[in-house]
């Protein structure tokens, strides 16, 4: 009965995996046709990924502080605060709403 069991799955699975996956194509050629980012990828962007790009950039602040005696020592700390500060800040506040 398990084995039966396990072997439906797998069948099913492989059957779902060849329906979605030229569809999951299709999709993606289509939201890169348009120009503009549709009600989906916005909602996405302000609901989930903004929120962790915020996160991202705070994080990224406080490894800054800690690196900072490093960074010193090595002559990079422009490089460390763009890396670490200022592209989570550019990703999370500056570029449009949906486009990633």
């Known amino acids: 009965m398990r084995d ?3 072997k439906k799955t797998i069948v099913l699975l492989v059957a779902a995996a060849l329906v979605l996956i030229p569809l999951g ?7 890169l046709d348009s120009n503009q980012p549709d009600a989906g990828a916005m909602a996405t962007d302000l609901i989930l990924v903004r929120p ?4 991202s950039m705070i994080l990224g602040t406080a490894a800054f502080i800690v690196s900072i005696p490093f960074t010193t020592t090595g002559k990079n700390v422009d490089q460390a605060w763009d890396t670490l500060v200022a592209k989570p800040a550019t990703f999370t506040f500056q570029r449009p709403l949906g486009n990633f």
């Open 52 to 55: 962790l790009g915020f996160v």
């Open 4 to 6: 039966k069991l396990g």
């Open 25 to 31: 194509t299709a999709l993606a050629q289509s939201s």
